[in-house]
């Protein structure tokens, strides 16, 4: 039977700690540069090289997941890495097109399909099925953290902070695309309301928070998500330094994993 592990990258986040196949799961770790504003920092193709060297001194088969590649240059950097490595196993790169807890939910069910035996082939496949099944709305006030990404223009980031609304995006094909502006975290938890009202009864709903709590409290979204789906999982997770330094350290974003056969 092939041995096949999972790379992805540090701006994962999962739904649990422990999950079947944690073990063969591995991460490729960003770099976050302290000089404020903050920045994240890619992993590089040489990284990359080196990391498919040493997995594949244990393993036949590594699926690489990376976050979106319209986010970052990790999905790019990844690919060229497969041409260069000279790696021994079989490496298969896919662009999860999400990032956060989005990308850690594929990372697990991959990870469980390792588990369970599945080849490198089927578990690629089922990983592609589910990434359209995965829905994002980021809340970011700090705008000039995308400008500094190459995310949006750095005189549009500028006016819309002034502004002082809350601007929301959602991702669509791996691609920020912004939806909205609303004045209020009232107006912002409506909006989330409005947005899991579109499911019938999701997999699992996340929260990500960052510093600030108070725009937005996870109590009452979890109650609406309780009382609205009683058997979905509702998860809430702290902002990692990557996805920070990303999208500002103020982000909220809200994800929702559809089941399988939904839609």
Do not use: W
């Not at 986010?71 to 662009?95: I, K, R, Y």
């Amino acid at each position: 039977m092939s041995r096949v592990c999972i790379l992805t990258d540090s701006t994962a986040q999962f739904t649990r700690p422990n999950f079947p196949g944690r073990e063969r799961v591995f991460v490729a770790p960003f770099d976050v540069q302290p000089a404020a504003p903050s920045r994240a920092i890619p992993v590089s193709r040489l990284a990359f090289v080196q990391l498919f060297a040493q997995l594949s001194q244990e393993f036949d088969a590594i699926l690489t997941l990376t976050s979106s590649a319209l986010l970052n240059p990790t999905f790019t950097n990844a690919l060229s890495a497969t041409v260069q490595s000279g790696s021994q196993a079989s490496v298969e790169v896919v662009d999860s097109q999400s990032t956060a807890v989005g990308l850690g939910y594929l990372v697990q069910l991959a990870a469980g399909l390792v588990s369970a035996g599945a080849s490198l082939k089927e578990i690629e496949r089922q990983v592609r099925v589910s990434i359209p099944r995965i829905y994002t709305l980021f809340c970011i006030p700090e705008l000039t953290c995308l400008a500094q990404a190459g995310l949006l223009e750095l005189s549009q980031a500028q006016a819309g902070e002034i502004m002082g609304l809350l601007p929301i995006f959602t991702l669509e094909d791996g691609r920020l695309m912004p939806t909205q502006k609303v004045r209020t975290p009232r107006h912002l938890f409506e909006t989330f309301q409005e947005f899991l009202s579109e499911f019938e009864q999701p997999a699992h709903v996340a929260l990500l928070r960052g510093v600030d709590h108070t725009t937005i409290r996870a109590r009452p979204l979890r109650q609406f998500v309780q009382e609205t789906f009683p058997e979905t999982p509702f998860s809430e997770h702290s902002l990692n330094p990557f996805l920070a330094a990303l999208f500002g350290p103020h982000c909220i974003g809200l994800v929702v994993m559809e089941k399988p056969e939904a839609r």
